[in-house]
């Protein structure tokens, strides 16, 4: 005899919102990879570290740092440091009230790419406007003009992961 497990509502909000929560971690460990990597195949003359750069290590996630808040968006800062191949890896997450936009559209000689954990963001590239929910992986290129605002109805978190190589003018190095 076959038995059916029926799970309640709550169970199997929770049983999705653990998915959810696995691909994202998945998709972070996939994008981190592939910066990596981009960064490894530098030339071996861009490869010589301006600063002295970090080791692996594991960063607990209530060590990092609250780095700006404003009435609309909070930005924790967890790494922002040179590694062995890049002159500069920034890793922060940032919290967004409903209506909220970090900043007003801008543009940098850096690539970047976010992941979001919850929300539904209003990406604008270029003039091209897209949406993007939880799971959803923006990738912003170098001296492209764009910008974000939460549209949906709750809090939006997404996470930046900006990847500065050796080859960059030393303006891109500052915070913006």
Do not use: C
């Not at 936009?101 to 801008?106: A, I, L």
């Not at 997404?158 to 080859?167: E, G, H, M, S």
């Amino acid at each position: 005899m076959r038995r059916i497990v029926t799970f309640n509502r709550v169970s199997a909000e929770y049983a999705e919102l653990i998915v959810h929560r696995y691909r994202f971690i998945r998709l972070v460990f996939v994008v981190s990879l592939i910066a990596i990597e981009a960064g490894a195949q530098a030339p071996a003359s861009e490869k010589r570290p301006s600063v002295r750069p970090v080791h692996s290590l594991v960063i607990p996630g209530d060590s990092s740092r609250t780095t700006s808040a404003s009435v609309s968006a909070r930005v924790r800062s967890l790494l922002d440091t040179a590694t062995t191949t890049l002159d500069r890896l920034e890793v922060h997450q940032t919290s967004l009230a409903p209506g909220g936009s970090p900043h007003p559209p801008h543009r940098h000689i850096h690539d970047e790419m976010m992941l979001v954990e919850r929300g539904t963001l209003e990406v604008t590239q270029e003039g091209v406007v897209r949406h993007a929910g939880p799971g959803a992986l923006i990738f912003q290129s170098s001296n492209e003009l764009h910008g974000l605002k939460n549209v949906g109805a709750d809090t939006a978190v997404y996470w930046v992961i900006a990847i500065y190589p050796r080859d960059l003018a030393d303006s891109s190095r500052r915070r913006r």
